[in-house]
Nanobody, 116 residues
Framework: QVQLVESGGGLVQAGGSLRLACAAS????????MAWYRQASGKERELVAY???????NYAESVKGRFIISRDNARIMVYLQMNNLKPEDTAVYFC??????????WGQGTQVTVSS
């Protein structure tokens, strides 16, 4: 069974930092691009960043220069380092495969709240 467990969220002041972690099932992690998504209250889920199996990264314009995605292939983990957080970054953050065709069921996500 595919499992995704996100952690590391919390309450932080604007300008602060958080590091999110995702423990991913090997079924979807191995040889596949992994991504972080977020869903703010009342809004649709959006792609924040992704990283290919080879380490190539891509970011949404809204987080470029502030967030860093990384992966540990040995530990089957995906991370999101979030710096200079803004109130508009407040959302529930999820990880999953980038490709819809291999995406597993969504985990519970981790709440990130940024106060102004």
């Amino acid at each position: 069974q595919v499992q995704l467990v996100e952690s590391g969220g919390g309450l932080v002041q604007a300008g602060g930092s958080l590091r999110l972690a995702c423990a991913a099932s090997g079924v979807i992690f191995i040889n596949n691009a992994m991504a972080w998504y977020r869903q703010a209250s009342g809004k649709e889920r959006e792609l924040v960043a992704y990283i290919t199996s080879g380490g190539t990264t891509n970011y949404a314009e809204s987080v470029k220069g502030r967030f860093i995605i990384s992966r540990d292939n040995a530990r089957i983990m995906v991370y999101l380092q979030m710096n200079n957080l803004k109130p508009e970054d407040t959302a529930v953050y999820f990880c999953n495969a980038l490709s819809r065709d291999i995406r597993g069921s969504w985990g519970q996500g981790t709440q990130v709240t940024v106060s102004s």
